[in-house]
């Protein structure tokens, strides 16, 4: 075999393998055998050799999953990684929960002062997408906005130093979110 090519055609790679060619096309088609090499109708012979040695249970074991090897690492005693799971969930919450919004507001008011927060400039009811002025009076309520004196006609309003740090909340919670 030394003076055969390494590449070699479907006839030749399915006699090479002691199948028929329909049978070799199929196996290409469910991935038992290798494709031919992108751009031309041959087959590289190592190729099937390997793909041969992994249906026979000879091939060399894939590399560890880091995280498998990781939790088998770091596992004391437990008897499933089912537990790990439950730990990093619980952390997880944990670390969310430093974050939960604080004044209790609906989504969509939360939204808005989120708004507000990353687009200053915007300080009318017009400016802000979905706000209007009933809901800008509800933020207002709650202590997030305050009424700005301007010379305008417009009520401008901003945002104050409650509306911010909870702006910041809601921000790294959803971000947070599961």
């Known amino acids: 075999m030394a003076n055969t090519p390494r590449l070699m055609g479907r006839k030749d790679a399915a ?5 028929a060619e329909s049978t070799f096309s199929l196996w290409v088609a469910t991935h038992k055998m290798p494709p031919c090499i ?41 008897s499933s990684g089912r537990d790990s799971l439950a730990e990093w969930r619980a952390g997880k919450e944990k670390r969310r929960a430093k974050y939960r919004p604080q ?11 989120v708004y507000m927060a990353a687009h200053p400039e915007c300080e009318t009811a ?31 309003y901003a945002l104050t ?6 702006a910041a909340r809601i921000k790294k919670w959803r971000s947070l979110a599961p």
């Open 38 to 78: 992108p751009g031309t109708r041959k087959w590289d012979r190592r190729a099937i050799d390997a793909k041969l040695d992994e249906i026979s249970g000879l091939a060399v074991t894939p590399p560890e999953d880091p995280f498998d090897k990781w939790e088998r690492e770091n596992r004391t005693g437990r």
């Open 161 to 166: 130093e409650k509306g911010k740090a909870e």
């Open 126 to 156: 017009a400016s802000i997408p979905n706000a209007g002025p009933a809901t800008l009076e509800e933020l207002r309520k709650a202590g997030a906005v305050q009424l700005v004196e301007t010379e305008r006609e417009a009520l401008c």
């Open 103 to 113: 004044m209790g507001l609906e989504y969509r008011l939360e939204s808005i002062l």
């Open 15 to 19: 006699a090479y393998c002691g199948i």
